[in-house]
């Protein structure tokens, strides 16, 4: 399970980001959470509950833009100054996981060697309910993602957001069914033969 952490696009509940990491506590679930510098300086204490409840921590950029659009002194910049909110803030240091904004940029030679060059990888996903449209209903991304994790197999990567309703609606069942399956969840560093790394 991966979920990126992030200012939403669009109004949401109150306490959403707060509910999913409750819920996978509850549940005892390690995830991998890929944060937005900008989302980290504006809600500390929120971004700070992630690495101490055993949660993998990445970054996300920092001004959540399309990645191949910046200038390669603007690129840098923006990865920099992701990481240095995250090391400043919560004392986590989120190399080399990194998950680009919209995706964008995962099979761009470009985008994929300036983030190595700074320490970096970008983690894509093998599964997208689209929690973050609107018009998606809870049970659509629970069925979503527990058929898309049956019908990838082991290894499964599922990208969910923090902080859609829908998503904090359907991550009880996602959870309780995945398991009901067999399921084991892992962070992208406990996969034993890595993420798809794009
Ligand atoms: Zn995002």
Redesign the pocket.
Known sequence: MTF?A?HPDRPTGAGVQERVLDTLEAADVHATF?A?GRWVEAYPATAGRIAPAGHLLGS?SFY?ARMPLFSDAGFDEDVREAERAIRDILGVDPRPWF?C??GVGFDDPRVLGRLAALGYRDVNWDIEPDDWDPDRTARQVEDGVVDGVVARGDGAVVLL?TWPSSTIAALPGILTRLRDLGATFVRLDELPDGPGIS
Request: charged share 30%.
């Open positions: 990126d992030e890929f937005q996300h959540h998950r904004p919209f957001h």
